[in-house]
T-cell receptor, first 113, second 113 residues
Framework: DQQVKQNSPSLSVQEGRISILNCDYT??????FLWYKKYPAEGPTFLIS?????DKNEDGRFTVFLNKSAKHLSLHIVPSQPGDSAVYFC????????????FGPGTSLSVIP | GAGVSQSPSNKVTEKGKDVELRCDPI?????LYWYRQSLGQGLEFLIY????????KSGLPSDRFSAERTGGSVSTLTIQRTQQEDSAVYLC???????????FGPGTRLTVL
């Protein structure tokens, strides 16, 4: 039973446009969410996080939105660049167990020049 | 500073042989994780260490898999009597206790022939 879901295995976006990657979770105890980015042959790298006390967190071109009532979060990349092409993993944790992070299956983003 | 390192980067072995994968976490990180990523799949949690103890071994797929951590630092993941379905990239990550952000190593690509 997947607690963190990323229903789109892949996404293609034109350079300069917005990329929106979606993530849904089932465990209402999750209160800390993270996005990781992974290039081929490398380990995932932390991108951005959000606590459940917020509904938005922004860092440069990357913004994460959290809708707790819908158990949904999304990552927006604006404007998208070819270097953003990678696999993006959504992850979630609970306040009582920050060290146990559950990862989604990932979405492969391709930004077309 | 130095990141998480893993060795070997690639390992090819024959079915039935034992393999050992090594992870050196970031200095001072008390939490250490092992994941694996099979071809086309997401990150599958294997085991988590807090210091030298493993409070969560729930992800180990069979009793052929074991892991240990010594001195609160280096960890070794051992797979006995390898099977072809063990072929995957094995990723190690570390984090400060109580923080959700994990820092990943580059992974070990295991191929079982």
């Amino acid at each position: 039973d997947q607690q963190v879901k990323q229903n789109s295995p892949s996404l293609s976006v034109q350079e300069g446009r917005i990329s929106i990657l979606n993530c849904d979770y089932t465990n209402s105890m999750f209160d800390y969410f993270l996005w990781y980015k992974k290039y081929p042959a490398e380990g995932p790298t932390f991108l951005i996080s959000i606590s459940s006390i917020k509904d938005k967190n922004e860092d440069g071109r990357f913004t994460v939105f959290l809708n707790k009532s819908a158990k949904h979060l999304s990552l927006h990349i604006v404007p998208s660049q070819p270097g953003d092409s990678a696999v993006y993993f959504c992850a979630a944790a609970t306040q009582t167990s920050y060290d146990k992070v559950i990862f989604g299956p990932g979405t492969s983003l391709s930004v077309i020049p | 500073g130095a990141g998480v390192s893993q060795s070997p980067s690639n390992k090819v072995t024959e079915k039935g042989k034992d393999v050992e994968l090594r992870c050196d976490p970031i200095s001072g990180h008390t939490a250490l994780y092992w994941y694996r990523q099979s071809l086309g799949q997401g990150l599958e949690f294997l085991i988590y260490f807090q210091g030298n103890s493993a409070p969560d071994k729930s992800g180990l797929p069979s009793d052929r898999f074991s892991a240990e951590r010594t001195g609160g630092s280096v960890s070794t993941l051992t797979i006995q009597r390898t099977q072809q379905e063990d072929s995957a990239v094995y990723l190690c990550a570390s984090s400060l206790a109580g923080r959700g952000t994990q820092y990943f190593g580059p992974g070990t690509r295991l191929t079982v022939l």
